[in-house]
C-alpha cells in the first residue's frame, strides 16, 4: 500500500471535528444579551472579571443599541470594587445603587422603573462558602425579569471549573461567558463544559480593553475558534 494512501488531509479533520462538535453543540443557546428581561445578573468567581465584563456589555448597551442603562452592586465588602464600578457608570453616565440587603434592592429596582437594562454585579467572594451563595440568591430575586450569566476565566482548570459550577447550580444560568481567551492557547475546555452541563455561550472576552474586547458568539464562530486553536 502507498503510503499516502489513508492519509486524510488536515482540512478533512477538521472538516470532521467541526462537524462532530456541531452534533454536540447546537442544542445550546448562542449569543448575548436578548433585551427581552431588564435585569442581567453576572456571577462567577473571584477575579474572573465580572466587572469588567459588565462594564463591556452596558457601553455596548449603550453605544450600540441606545439602551438606558444602570448598574447595582451587591459587592459592599469592599470600596475598591464600589468604585471601579463607579468609574464605568461614571463613562456611560448611567445610575448606580449600592445594595446591601432586600429592601436596599426593592429600592433601587423603583428608582430605575425607567431604565432599560439594569446589570448587576456580585462580590466576587470565595464561592466555596456555600452559604453566601445561599445569600446571594435570596437578595437577588429578581425572577422573572433576569437573565443570569456565569463568567468563567477560560485560563482556569477544567476541574476547578466544574467545582465552580456545581456551587452556581442553585441558580437559573442558560449561559456562560467565558474570559481571558487571550491569555490561554486552548479553548477545548470551554466546549467540555458546556457539552457537560448543557448551557450555552454568550460571549468570551479576550482582553483588558472597555468596552473593545468582548465578543458575542455563535456556534459557527466558536468552532472556528476552536480550529484555530492556538492562533487565539
Ligand atoms: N487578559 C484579560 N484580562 C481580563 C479580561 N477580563 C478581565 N480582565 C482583567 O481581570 C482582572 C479582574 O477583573 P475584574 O473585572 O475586576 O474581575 P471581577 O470578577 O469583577 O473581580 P472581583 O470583583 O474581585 O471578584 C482585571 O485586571 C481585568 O482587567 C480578559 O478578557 N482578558
Ligand atoms: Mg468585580
Partial sequence: ???NENHISLEMQQKLAKDYLK???????????????????????TGVGKTTTIAKMAARAVLEKKKKVGFITTDTYRIAAIEQLKTYAGLLQAPIEIVYNEQDLQQAMQKFEALDVVFIDTAGRNYKEAKFVEDLQELIDLKENTETFLVLSSTSKQRDMEVII??????PIEKFIFTKVDETNSIGSIINLMVKY?????????????PEDIMETSLEELLNLFIKGDSL
Fill in 198 to 210: 448543557k448551557k450555552g455561550l454568550a460571549y468570551y472576552t479576550d482582553g483588558q480593553e472597555v
Fill in 166 to 171: 456545581e456551587q452556581f447550580k442553585e441558580f
Fill in 1 to 3: 500500500m502507498k503510503k
Fill in 23 to 45: 452534533s454536540q453543540l447546537e442544542a445550546f443557546p448562542f449569543g448575548g444579551i436578548s433585551y427581552k428581561k431588564k435585569y442581567i445578573n453576572v456571577l462567577g468567581p
